[in-house]
């Protein structure tokens, strides 16, 4: 993650650098063939225009389209009012045309794209045409179609490689999101089934081997009325040594019965491999939850890690557990953008209703919320439940 985060750093610096190379090379031209009013002019509009870039790259994707339109079109009309302006109609100003729309295909679907490059070749027929104060006559028909061709042809490349590359993106979240869903499950099935394999085990000792063993402790037990002399002590001791026997097999089906749910592993064995974001496990190594509470733990996980991998576009997700004031205490937050009006799906209702089944809460918080700070935010109380003693019968 810090690798992927990295790029991306490294990309919007290029993508500055370039723009600012262009904007010296264009307000050069600007210097020389105009008024300095001229110019002052055109460098608010290029400022202007770095930052409306920069705000589109780095803000997350609007859930609307009408948000996402708000975010690129200021982009897109600084970038418009830069090609028109320039007294080079062909000239670099028609290179940030290319860069606005590959950062309009960062968050808008092919049709909005679509009529983003269809107004860019627009705004390149016009330049190419005399519409620019600075431009003097427009020019000849063939470069003019040459031109706009190339630079559409450009920007749909752009558009193309950002649009595919956010499909894997996505693609990469589908994968991430099943493959933490068939780890809870692995686990969850794992250790159902060695449960069960160590109750067979512990029944098969107690039936088997304990009975021949208790049979064997009464035989010898008669046995030591019956021999006399040397022998007699030799029969003791083999009486002794079975009853020892007996009560460690008892002890060894006691611990069979009463080992727990190995929580801390089945929730790690969740959150590893996780490519992004990044998981922060803090478990409390001392705490004892019954089975039926550590299956409904696991799934809150899951149910979290997915959602958050889904939807919040974080880097970052903190889940921690613990014992607080007698109750099991689950909590998990991220660094994402959170949700100031959240609607719980299937999955939080369905963790919902698990979590009261077992007279616990459920607490969501779309931001801020009850964590006190910005991202998405759940809360799982249920009460302690410690497994009570297993008692081996005789």
């Known amino acids: 993650m810090e690798r992927r985060g990295s790029m991306e750093i490294w990309a919007a610096l290029s993508l500055l650098v370039v723009c600012v190379l262009v904007g010296a090379v264009e307000g050069s031209v600007v210097w020389d063939r105009a008024s300095g009013g001229y110019f002052a002019g055109w460098l608010v509009v290029f400022v202007l225009f770095l930052v409306l870039l920069g705000v589109a790259a780095a803000r997350r994707t609007p859930a609307t389209a009408i948000g996402r339109l708000a975010l690129v079109a200021p982009a897109v009309l600084a970038t418009s009012a830069l090609a028109l302006l320039s007294p080079n109609p062909g000239g670099m100003s028609l290179i940030l045309l290319v860069f606005g729309t590959a950062i309009c ?3 808008l679907d092919l049709r909005l794209i679509a009529i983003v490059i269809s107004w860019n070749a627009l705004v390149i027929v016009a330049a190419l045409s005399g519409v620019g104060p600075l431009v003097e006559g427009s020019a000849p028909v063939p470069e003019l179609a040459l031109a706009t ?10 558009a193309v490689m950002v649009w595919s590359q956010e499909r894997v993106a996505e693609a990469l979240r589908d994968v991430t999101v099943a493959h933490v869903e068939l780890q809870s499950t692995s686990a969850l099935l794992a250790e159902s089934s060695q449960a069960q394999e160590r109750l067979r085990i512990s029944r098969e000792l107690h039936d088997v ?3 021949q063993l208790t049979v064997l402790s009464v035989e010898l037990e008669v046995a030591t009325h019956q021999v006399d002399g040397p022998a007699r002590e030799h029969v003791v001791r083999a009486r002794t040594l079975a009853k020892e026997l ?6 060894v089906v006691g611990t069979e019965r009463e080992r727990s749910f190995d929580l801390a592993s089945a929730l790690a064995r969740v959150a590893q491999e996780v490519p992004h974001p990044q998981v922060h ?3 409390d ?5 019954g089975d039926g509470h550590s299956t409904t ?5 899951q149910e979290v890690t997915t959602n958050t991998i889904r939807h919040a576009e974080a880097e970052n997700l903190w889940i ?3 014992n607080a004031d007698g109750l099991l205490r689950l909590e998990a937050r991220d660094d994402g953008r959170g949700a100031p009006r959240l609607t719980a799906g299937h999955g939080l209702n369905g963790l919902r209703e698990r979590v009261e089944a077992q007279g616990g809460r459920l607490d969501v918080a779309g931001s801020s919320g009850f964590t006190g700070s910005s991202g998405f935010a759940v809360l799982v109380e249920l009460p302690v439940d410690v497994p009570a003693d297993v008692s081996v019968p005789a």
């Open 105 to 107: 295909a960062h968050h």
């Open 149 to 158: 061709m190339l630079y559409t042809l450009l920007q749909v490349a752009s």
């Open 209 to 211: 081997l304990g009975h």
């Open 246 to 251: 007996l009560g460690d097999v008892r002890s």
């Open 281 to 283: 496990l803090d478990i």
């Open 285 to 289: 190594p001392d705490l004892e939850v």
């Open 297 to 301: 733990l696991v799934r809150a996980v």
């Open 320 to 322: 921690s557990l613990a």
